[in-house]
C-alpha cells in the first residue's frame, strides 16, 4: 500500500482492540485544506453530471483512483497541463497523529476499526497483512525506509534510465530525509560488517550489496513526510482531490468494437453515489493506482476478469482475462526478538544488510515498551506474545482474549525491552493468486501468497536466519543490550512460541531453521502482482483489450523493487506522469 518498510502489527487479539484506539482519520472540519492542500475536499460536496448528458463542464482529462504511493505524484505531475480528479478512499494523513508521528506507527496498524487509514486483511495462508485507507497509500503507514531499486530492475521492466533519473530525486527533495541514526541501528550496523555483510556503503539511496544506511520520509523531529505531500506541487487550478470517494466500478462504453472507459462512479461517507466523467478525447483517461490489492479487485468488480469467476457473483463480463489476480507475490518476513537489559529508543528501518543470496536484513526497536503497547496494542513486536500461542484459533475466544490482556497489564515493563532483527527474503518464486469473495468493494478479497511453497525460497530463509542469529550474537549486540550472548536455540524459542499469525506452530521443534521459517512466517508488506506486463497490460500499463483505462502501481510488478519498494513506486507515478506529457505534447511538454 508500500508501503510498504517492516516491523509487525496484528496479533489475533488485536481484532477486538478497536475500542482502545483512537479516532485514526482527521476530522471532516479541519482546516488543512484551505492552505497548502485547497484542492483537496470530501467526495460528498461533489456535484457530478449524469453520464448521458456529459458536457464541457465538470469533467476531466485523467481520473485517478486511488490517492497513494503512485497516485499522489501521478496526479501532482499531469496537473500540470490537464485537469485530474483523485478518488481517495480514505481521509487525509495530515491532522491524524497515529500516522504523522514515528513514535504511533504501531497504533494505526494496532487499529481495525472502519476509520483506520490501515484496512486490515488474513490472507488465506494464515498470515495477518494490512493495506492503506488514507490518502498518501502505503507511505502513511509503513516504516518510511526509502531506498531506490536495483538498477537491473529498471533495466528488466524497460524505463527510460535518464527519466527514472530525473523522477527519483524529484521526491527525495520533497519528502525525504537522512535518518538521526540510533544507537540500536548502529549496533545493526557493525553487526552486519562482523557478520561478513560487507563492504560499508554508508549513507546513500543506492541498492549496492554489503550494508548500508537508507533514507526515510520521517524528519529528525520524528514527522511523517507522506506522498500526499508532492501533491502541493500540482496545479491547483487544475487538480482536484476528493477524500472519502469509494469507488465502486468503472464505467464503460461497450458500443464500439472495443470497451472503452468513460467514467466511474464512486460512494461518499454518507452512501450517496456519484459519477464522475471522462472528457470526450481519445487521450483521457482512467489511471488505476489502487494498489495490488485494490487494482485487481476493481477490475473484476468493473467486469474485467476470469468470465467463470465473475458470472458466480453475476457481474456483466465486460472482457474476459483469465489473468486478473493471479501472479500475487508476498515477500516473506521472519523476525528475531532481541531482549536487552538498556532502555531502547523507538527506531524504524535505517540499516539494511544486503546479500547477494537474495535475502535481506533490517532492524527496529522499541515499539513494545510504551505504555500504550503495554495496555493496549498486542502486535507481533511484544515480547510476551507467546501467551496465546497454546490457544488453538478457534478457541480464542473473547474471554480468552480478556484474560490475555488482564495477564500482561500484570507484566513487568523489563518484558517489552528490546527489538528485532528482521530477515526478508528478496524476489520468492512462491506465486499465489487473489479472488473476489463478493462484490463489496469494502471487503477483503480472498489472497494466498502461498509462502515458502518453493524450496528455493524455504533455502534462502534459513541462510537469512542463520545470518541473523550471527547478527544477534556478535559483540556489538551483546555489548549494546548488556545481555549474555544466547545460543541460536534461546534466540529462536522467544519468537517460535509467539502468536505471530494463524499458521499451526511445532513450538517442540526449535532446531529446524526450516519450521521455524514456517512457522513464524509474516509480511513486510511488499506483496505486488495481480496485473502483469503482457498480461493485463500492455508495456505502457495501458489495460489490454479496452481502451483509456491505466494501471500505475505494484500490481504490475514481477518482483519488489529493492529492499522497499515505496521509493520506486512514487518514482513511478512521477515518471509515468511526464511519460504521459511527453506522448501527449512531444516537446511542448518540456521534458
Known amino acids: 500500500m508500500a508501503s510498504v518498510g517492516a516491523l509487525r502489527f496484528l496479533l489475533c487479539l488485536a481484532l477486538c482492540l478497536c475500542n482502545f484506539l483512537p479516532s485514526c482519520q482527521g476530522s471532516s472540519s479541519s482546516h488543512w485544506h484551505e492552505n497548502k492542500y485547497p484542492f483537496i475536499r470530501n467526495a460528498s460536496s461533489f456535484s457530478s453530471p449524469s453520464i448521458s448528458t456529459t458536457t464541457s463542464n465538470n469533467v476531466y482529462d485523467y481520473i485517478i483512483l486511488g490517492g497513494g504511493t503512485a497516485g499522489c505524484p501521478l496526479a501532482a505531475t499531469l496537473s500540470q497541463n490537464y ?30 476499526s472502519p476509520t483506520s487509514a490501515s484496512q486490515y486483511f488474513i490472507s488465506t495462508d494464515g498470515v495477518y497483512n494490512s493495506r492503506a485507507r488514507v490518502l498518501g497509500g502505503g507511505s502513511s503507514i509503513n516504516a518510511g525506509f526509502y531506498t531506490r531499486a536495483n538498477p537491473s530492475f529498471i533495466e528488466k521492466v524497460g524505463w527510460d534510465a535518464k527519466l527514472v533519473n530525473q523522477s527519483y530525486p524529484w521526491v527525495e527533495n520533497q519528502i525525504v530525509h537522512r535518518p538521526k541514526f540510533s544507537p540500536y541501528q548502529r549496533a545493526v550496523r557493525d553487526s552486519l560488517l562482523d557478520s561478513g555483510v560487507s563492504p560499508f556503503n554508508g549513507f546513500t539511496y543506492d541498492h549496492l550489496y554489503g550494508t548500508k544506511v537508507g533514507g526515510t520520509i520521517f524528519d529528525r523531529f520524528g514527522r511523517r513526510h507522506t506522498a500526499a505531500e508532492l501533491l502541493a506541487s500540482g496545479n491547483h487550478e487544475k487538480l482536484t482531490v476528493l477524500v472519502y470517494a469509494t469507488v465502486q466500478k468503472i464505467v464503460f462504453d461497450t458500443k464500439g468494437k472495443k470497451p472503452k472507459a468513460v467514467g466511474v462512479i464512486f460512494q461518499d461517507k454518507n452512501g450517496r453515489q456519484h459519477e464522475a466523467i471522462l472528457a470526450n478525447d481519445r487521450h483521457s483517461e482512467v489511471i488505476m493506482s489502487t494498489g495490488a490489492i485494490g487494482t485487481p479487485q476493481l477490475l473484476m468488480l468493473s467486469g474485467i476478469g476470469p468470465k467463470e469467476e465473475l458470472q458466480k457473483l453475476n457481474i456483466p463480463v465486460v472482457l474476459d482475462n483469465q489473468f486478473v489476480g493471479k501472479g500475487m507475490v508476498d515477500n516473506p518476513m521472519n523476525t528475531m526478538f532481541v531482549p536487552s537489559k538498556r532502555p531502547v529508543h523507538q527506531s524504524l528501518i535505517e540499516t539494511v544488510g544486503i546479500t547477494r543470496m537474495g535475502v535481506y536484513i533490517e532492524a527496529s526497536s522499541g515499539f513494545s515498551q510504551s505504555n500504550d503497547s503495554i495496555h493496549c496494542h498486542h502486535g507481533i513486536m511484544s515480547a510476551e506474545i507467546g501467551q496465546l500461542s497454546t490457544i488453538p484459533p478457534k478457541q480464542r475466544s473473547p474471554e480468552a482474549v480478556q484474560e490475555f490482556i488482564k495477564n500482561k497489564r500484570d507484566l513487568p515493563i523489563e518484558a517489552f525491552k528490546g527489538g528485532f532483527i528482521l530477515s526478508k527474503v528478496a524476489n520468492p518464486w512462491s506465486v499465489g493468486e487473489l479472488k473476489l469473495v463478493n462484490t463489496n468493494v469494502n471487503d477483503n478479497p480472498a489472497v494466498t501468497f502461498n509462502y515458502f511453497s518453493h524450496p528455493y525460497d524455504l533455502k534462502r530463509c ?14 556489538h549486540f551483546t555489548n549494546y543490550t548488556l545481555c549474555d550472548k544466547k545460543t541460536a536455540e534461546e534466540l529462536l524459542n522467544l519468537t517460535v512460541k509467539a502468536n505471530v499469525n494463524f499458521i499451526p506452530k511445532n513450538v517442540k521443534d526449535t532446531k529446524s531453521l526450516k519450521q521455524f521459517c514456517k512457522d513464524t512466517v509474516i509480511t513486510i508488506w511488499h506483496y505486488h502482482g495481480g496485473c502483469h506486463v503482457g498480461k493485463v497490460v500492455n508495456p505502457e500499463y495501458m489495460v489490454l483489450g479496452v481502451d483509456r483505462l491505466r494501471v500505475v502501481d505494484g500490481s504490475t510488478f514481477d518482483e519488489s523493487p529493492g529492499t522497499n519498494p515505496q521509493a520506486t513506486v512514487m518514482m513511478m507515478g512521477r515518471y509515468m506522469g511526464l511519460k504521459i506529457l511527453r506522448d501527449r505534447l512531444g516537446k511542448l511538454a518540456g521534458i
Open 83 to 112: 485537469s485530474v480528479l483523485v478518488l481517495e478512499r480514505g481521509g487525509v494523513p495530515f491532522t491524524n497523529p497515529n500516522v504523522s508521528f514515528l513514535e504511533n506507527f504501531h497504533i494505526t496498524l494496532a487499529d481495525i
Open 462 to 475: 534459513v541462510e537469512g536466519i542463520r545470518l541473523a542469529i550471527k547478527v544477534v550474537q556478535s559483540k
